[in-house]
């Protein structure tokens, strides 16, 4: 191989090497206004988009560690590359297909690993990093919350319960009743003194005397 072949290739094998993704699609019966819209609409994405040769690319990723093209490096070929999140770029590479009716993806690789072009048409739909890192969150800690509040539920209802029973005058809970005091026996009543036997004694003894009878001479 010449030695700029060489470098071209050693330049897109690094930059394989340092991408985080690498998209390779088909750009046949493109304009150059058109090619000029999607470098631009991926660019606000993160990610540039450049015309190889299929050979130089072949050759690229078997020095980066990428699994064979299965035959899909045919026709004209442009690769995709960029060091931020996914999702965004494929998003403006579906709005772009949507919208000209051109361009069309061949390879998909994360991590150096293959994907579908149908996984990379549902990374397309996602929403951006930063929301879904949002949601995720709010999943892991979903289960903590609702453990807080089945903790606090016991006390809460008998704070309602003690509430609802207050407003309406009800005890909060019912009393025990007291005995009733026992009664006071009576006083036995006091022995009579002793004026009220002298007085019971004589009007007992006492008789009547007959009346005198009158003596006439």
């Known amino acids: 191989m010449r030695p700029e072949k060489a470098n071209i290739v050693s330049d897109l094998s690094q930059e394989l090497k340092e991408s985080s993704f690498v998209l390779v699609a088909d750009y046949q019966h493109m304009k150059v206004d058109d090619f000029s819209e999607l470098r631009k609409r991926l660019a606000g994405a993160g990610a540039e988009i450049h015309v190889v040769k299929n050979s130089f690319l072949r050759r690229a990723m078997a020095d980066s560690g990428f699994p064979a093209g299965d035959g899909k490096l045919t026709g004209q070929t442009a690769v995709v590359t960029g060091k931020k999140d996914l999702a965004p770029v494929a998003k403006a590479f579906k709005t772009f297909v949507t919208e000209f009716k051109k361009a069309m993806l061949k390879l998909g690789f994360i991590d150096r690993a293959a994907v579908s072009t149908s996984e990379l048409e549902a990374l397309a739909d996602l929403p951006p990093e930063n929301v879904l890192r949002a949601q995720l969150l ?3 800690l979903s289960p903590a919350t609702q453990l ?11 704070a309602r319960l003690l509430n609802a029973k207050a407003s309406k005058g009800e005890p909060a809970a019912p009393k025990e009743e007291s005995a ?3 009664e006071t026996p009576a006083a036995a009543p006091e022995p009579a003194g002793p004026e009220s036997k002298e007085v019971t004694s004589s009007a007992e003894t006492k008789k009547e005397e007959p009346p005198a009878t009158e003596v006439t001479g």
Do not use: D, T
């Not at 509040?149 to 209802?157: A, D, F, H, Q, Y």
């Open 138 to 140: 709010g999943l892991l």
């Open 148 to 158: 807080v509040r089945i903790l606090n539920e016991p006390g809460s209802s008998l």
């Open 180 to 182: 009733p005091p026992a």
